[in-house]
């Protein structure tokens, strides 16, 4: 009887070197740690794509799968904020800081329209407006 509580014991411990699940595998090796740049921002019908022009981000991978840092580089200038995303990645949260204006367009809660990578279009959370974004990977 003195296997049952070391069985138990082996079957509660998880290994940190267990890679995620398929999910977790695909989101970290197509879009963790990759530069992004923006090729389309619209909002309410207004093309403001330009606004984004020399910026790459990237999203880092964080203690989990679910959550890291976002970091925004346009030449010498870098912007620290944060992702987030549910467990099956249909959304992403963008928390950038705002100077610069622009990125509070980005920051909110995104769904993913679509994940053809190395192109990700996204729409507002939870929203009907017309509002739409897209990155590639590079």
């Not at 530069?35 to 020399?54: S, V």
């Not at 030449?75 to 992702?83: D, F, K, L, N, Q």
């Not at 622009?102 to 996204?122: A, D, G, H, Q, V």
């Amino acid at each position: 009887m003195w296997f049952l509580p070391l069985l138990v014991l082996i079957s509660c411990k998880k290994s940190e070197d267990q890679p995620g699940t398929i999910f977790e595998q695909y989101f970290e090796k197509q879009v963790l740690n990759r530069p992004y740049i923006i090729t389309n921002a619209n909002d309410r019908g207004n093309d403001i794509t330009a606004q984004y022009a020399g910026y790459e981000f990237v999203l880092g991978k964080g203690n989990d799968y679910y959550n890291g840092p976002l970091i925004a580089t346009k030449g010498t200038s870098r912007y620290e904020g944060t992702w987030s995303s549910n467990e099956d990645y249909g959304k992403l949260i963008i928390s950038l800081p705002s100077p610069p204006g622009e990125f509070e367009f980005l920051t909110r809660s995104w769904r993913f329209t679509s994940k053809n990578i190395p192109t990700l279009k996204f729409a507002p959370w939870g929203s009907t407006e017309d509002i739409q974004l897209t990155m590639v990977g590079q």
